[in-house]
């Protein structure tokens, strides 16, 4: 009698540690993206677009108000390259999700990080799904900043 218990006890034991590898080992699974970066939720676009002008004395217009949704097109007409970010420099961690961590890696493009210089005359461009008042600057001339609200 007192054997059987054993064997029970044994056996919950064994169940519960492969259960939880396979639990641990699924939740896992579905990034598939480089290792240790998850995949961020996808942003549904609303078919707005700003343009938001960067210039030699920085961004133009400074504050910007959007809808969720909203695209906004960081256009480089200054003579110089540049590279906007979500605050705060140098982590560019304040976006949901962003860090420039996760530059070159799979979700680079779903990050509110342009994660490379763009050239004078170039655009990059960013859909906002997340609602508050995000802080930016341009990585490359930290002193030019600017905000969008998302609303
Ligand atoms: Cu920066």
Known sequence: M?????????????????????????????????????????????????TVTYTDSGYVPKEVTIL???????????????WPATAIHPTHTIYPGSDILKCGTSIETQIFDACQPIGEGENWSFVFGEVGSWRYHDHLQVVHSGKITVE
């Open 68 to 82: 969720q949704g909203t695209k906004v097109i960081f256009k480089n007409e200054s003579s110089r390259f540049m």
């Open 2 to 50: 007192q054997k059987n218990i054993y064997i029970i006890v044994i056996g919950a034991i064994v169940v519960a540690v492969l259960g939880g590898f396979l639990f641990f080992k699924s939740v896992d699974a579905p990034g598939e993206t480089a290792p240790g970066v998850s995949s961020l939720p996808p942003v549904e676009e609303n078919g707005e677009s700003i």
